[in-house]
T-cell receptor, first 115, second 115 residues
């Protein structure tokens, strides 16, 4: 079946612009995660949804970052007034249930470059 | 969260067995050990998970000594396509865990397989 998809795959933004990154999880997956991956580093957690509820947003670096999953499926990560330090790959992952330790299935990521 | 330490990089040749060791001295009783693999321009992919002794699947084996303070991912007869970054993760996946579900990645081990 289809895996996790993300769009766009690449995004170039001028500093100060707003961007929106989309994640389509595997159909029926309850849990959805966003991670940020800087060059040469491992992914770092941003936020977690269980269905439409955002249960953990402790990893969001600033109030410029906002995520939503209004119908419990597709999710959007929005970054307002982008800064150069926001340049990174943004990964989305989903898992079937809500139990800890369930295998997470990652999308290919969106590579954001802020000039 | 238990901290993990892995070699930054490893080199190997096609057909060889590769063993990547991860140290996790502060592993807790309920913590499991999970390994993910990440190819360039892709999201991480689950490889294997274990609690103690040895676990084997079609891709790899995971060796965990009795004290659980380290673990070794073993890749038999690697090929060029095994060139990737390998992450060791430690976390509590017990059903009673009410902590966050997010994965905590380190910097990983960059494996380069030569012909």
């Amino acid at each position: 079946g289809a895996g996790v998809s993300q769009s766009p795959r690449y995004k170039v933004a001028k500093r100060g612009q707003d961007v929106a990154l989309r994640c389509d999880p595997i159909s029926g997956h309850v849990s959805l995660f966003w991670y940020q991956q800087a060059l040469g580093q491992g992914p770092e957690f941003l936020t977690y949804f269980q269905n439409e509820a955002q249960l953990d947003k402790s990893g969001l670096p600033s109030d410029r970052f906002f995520a939503e999953r209004p119908e419990g499926s597709v999710s959007t990560l929005k970054i307002q007034r982008t800064q150069q330090e926001d340049s990174a790959v943004y990964l989305c992952a989903s898992s079937l249930g809500a139990s800890p330790g369930e295998t997470q299935y990652f999308g290919p990521g969106t590579r954001l470059l802020v000039l | 969260l238990a901290k993990t330490t892995q070699p930054i990089s490893m080199d190997s040749y096609e057909g060889q067995e590769v063993n990547i060791t991860c140290s996790h001295n502060n592993i807790a009783t309920n913590d499991y050990i999970t390994w993910y693999q990440q190819f360039p321009s892709q999201g991480p992919r689950f490889i294997i998970q274990g609690y103690k002794t040895k676990v084997t699947n079609e891709v790899a084996s995971l060796f965990i000594p009795a004290d659980r303070k380290s673990s070794t991912l073993s890749l038999p007869r690697v090929s060029l396509s095994d060139t990737a970054v390998y992450y060791c993760l430690v976390g509590d996946i017990s059903t009673g865990n009410t902590g966050r579900r997010a994965l905590t990645f380190g910097s990983g081990t960059r494996l380069q397989v030569q012909p």
